[in-house]
């Protein structure tokens, strides 16, 4: 059982930047690939970015430009740099392990763990 522990949420005024933390129970990183989703109120749960263990990345077209996934393996912590963001990015983040190899699927169902999600405001 693989647990997630999401920190480095909070208040942003737009164009300001903030760093996502997941820390991970194991390793995690040479058989999942990591991902980060965020939920607005009312929303369904979207895809953000994903790695794998080879560091390929994968970003939605939203924050593509923007946002920076990355590992420390020495750490398992896997971090989502969001820079220049925006009211729209306001939502949960929520990271999340899927055992794909190294498919970097952008799919909730494909997730087998989530952590408990941080909040992420940013106002206008």
């Known amino acids: 059982q693989v647990q997630l522990v999401e920190s480095g949420g909070g208040l942003v005024q737009a164009g300001g930047s903030l760093r996502l933390s997941c820390a991970a129970s194991?390793?995690?990183?040479?058989?999942?690939?990591m991902g980060w989703f965020r939920q607005a109120p009312g929303k369904e749960r979207d895809f953000v970015a994903a790695i794998n263990r080879y560091s390929g990345k994968r970003y939605s077209d939203s924050v593509k430009d923007r946002f920076i996934i990355y590992t420390d393996s020495a750490k398992n912590s896997v971090y989502l740099q969001m820079n220049s963001l925006k009211p729209e990015d306001t939502a949960v983040y929520y990271c999340a392990a899927a055992p794909k190899g190294v498919e970097l699927t952008a799919k909730l169902s494909d997730y087998a763990y989530w952590g408990q999600g941080t909040q992420v405001t940013v106002s206008s």
């Open positions: 194991e390793r995690t990183f040479s058989s999942y690939v």
